[in-house]
């Protein structure tokens, strides 16, 4: 019997597996498996892509024969389903695996204790929760999305000391050094969505695309580009229309139908979601975005769509990049939140983290619970 831990190490294994998918898996969520026999790994793999073999499966044809009697480290609680593929619960049964340690259960419906019970049905011996808090931060988005209907959302702003992003002029290239800036890219691989506002279109034409450098570059899906537009104003001839990857422009249920017209034939998506205040109920944009299968939205936006997710309570994780220097009292603040009157009604956030990316530092907070401002 493998002790605890060697058992925690061959687990710690598969989660770095499970990390290798963390740009290309989505929808799927990341998943990682390693099959150990007489303490020694015979087999292990990752699921890179939805579609392709998942994690157990890859792992099985590793170890062939050796298989049989071996304990499978796996970071989410094996399928029970037929999608793409075949259920994992199934081939681990089938392979003669006598063990299967997983990390945690699969909040899918579609699994959620079903692959446990499958693989307890035929004698294997199954545990679940060792490094149970490591496998969630591998898949907080699909994890959210099963459990609530919502993806996970962060919101990316970048800021001098003083707090400010872009002179009065609106000049704003750029605040943050070039290390920061590639981070960011990085950010963007893993998201499944990145949403901006039209005027952030309409000011600078952004790609909102990734462009990464290095080995993982080629393995790289584009994220859904999504611009909240209400009267849709976003020009046919709109740089990002003319990249690789899928652009969904969001507006109002009366927005012109001509437009509309327009942007599909320059390539768009377009949805009409209802109103909210004027503006697109953000409820209803991460709602909508869910049901496309996006399990991890960016937010990189302005002022005013920053602060309108802020204060609705929408955002799940806060990163800002701070440049260190000052652009001064006149330049532009970082979010706007109107309402906020007294110091009782600022909104907290919890330090998670805080590190320097080259020249600047990268915070990333999370926001403590509180009731939503609209």
């Given at each position: 019997m493998t002790g605890t831990a060697d058992s925690a190490h061959f687990m710690a294994r598969a989660m770095r597996l499970a990390e290798r998918?963390?740009?290309?898996?989505?929808?799927?969520?990341?998943?990682?498996?390693?099959?150990?026999?007489?303490?020694?790994?015979?087999?292990?793999?990752?699921?890179?892509?939805?579609?392709?073999?998942?994690?157990?499966?890859?792992?099985l044809a590793a170890a062939g024969e050796a298989?049989?009697?071996?304990?499978?480290?796996?970071?989410?609680?094996?399928?029970?389903?037929?999608?793409?593929?075949?259920?994992?619960a199934t081939g681990l049964v089938e392979a003669g695996v006598a063990r299967v340690v997983a990390a945690m259960n699969d909040p899918n419906?579609?699994?959620?204790?079903q692959g446990v019970a499958i693989l307890r049905e035929a004698g294997v011996a199954t545990s679940v929760g060792l490094l149970a808090a490591e496998a969630e931060r591998l898949n907080p988005g699909f994890l959210k999305r099963m459990r609530t209907g919502l993806p996970y959302v962060r919101c990316k702003l970048a800021m001098s000391l003083d707090g400010r992003t872009a002179m009065d002029s609106g000049e704003s290239k750029?605040?943050?050094?070039?290390?920061?800036?590639?981070?960011?890219?990085?950010?963007?691989?893993?998201?499944?969505?990145?949403?901006?506002?039209?005027?952030?279109?309409?000011?600078?034409?952004?790609?909102?695309?990734?462009?990464l450098n290095g080995d993982d570059e080629g393995d790289t899906r584009q994220?859904?580009?999504?611009?909240?537009?209400?009267?849709?104003?976003?020009?046919?001839?709109?740089?990002?229309?003319?990249?690789?990857?899928?652009?969904?422009?969001?507006?109002g249920e009366h927005a012109s139908e001509e437009a509309e017209a327009e942007l599909r034939v320059a390539g768009a998506d377009v949805q009409r979601l209802p109103q909210l205040g004027g503006r697109i109920d953000l409820q209803r944009l991460l709602l909508a975005l869910a049901a496309r299968e996006v399990n991890e939205v960016l937010i990189e936006s302005g002022a005013v769509l920053a602060g309108a997710m802020l204060a609705a309570g929408l955002v799940d994780e806060l990163i800002v990049y701070q440049a260190p220097h000052l652009l001064?009292?006149?330049?532009?603040?970082?979010?706007?939140?109107?309402g906020l009157e007294r110091l009782d009604d600022r909104l907290r956030f919890v330090f998670v983290d805080a590190r320097r990316v080259g020249d600047d530092m990268r915070l990333t907070l999370r926001p403590e619970p509180r009731q939503a401002l609209v």
């Open positions: 998918g963390l740009y290309t898996t989505d929808p799927n969520p990341r998943v990682g498996c390693v099959l150990v026999r007489e303490g020694r790994i015979v087999g292990e793999g990752w699921h890179r892509r939805a579609g392709e073999p998942h994690a157990e499966r890859i792992a298989a049989r009697g071996a304990t499978a480290y796996v970071t989410l609680e094996p399928c029970a389903h037929h999608g793409r593929t075949p259920p994992c419906p579609r699994v959620a204790g750029w605040i943050t050094g070039e290390a920061a800036r590639a981070d960011v890219q990085r950010l963007r691989a893993r998201s499944s969505a990145v949403v901006t506002g039209i005027n952030t279109v309409l000011t600078d034409d952004p790609s909102l695309n990734v462009r994220p859904l580009r999504v611009v909240l537009d209400t009267r849709l104003r976003m020009p046919p001839r709109a740089h990002m229309l003319r990249l690789a990857g899928a652009t969904l422009v969001v507006c001064g009292d006149a330049a532009r603040g970082l979010v706007r939140l109107p």
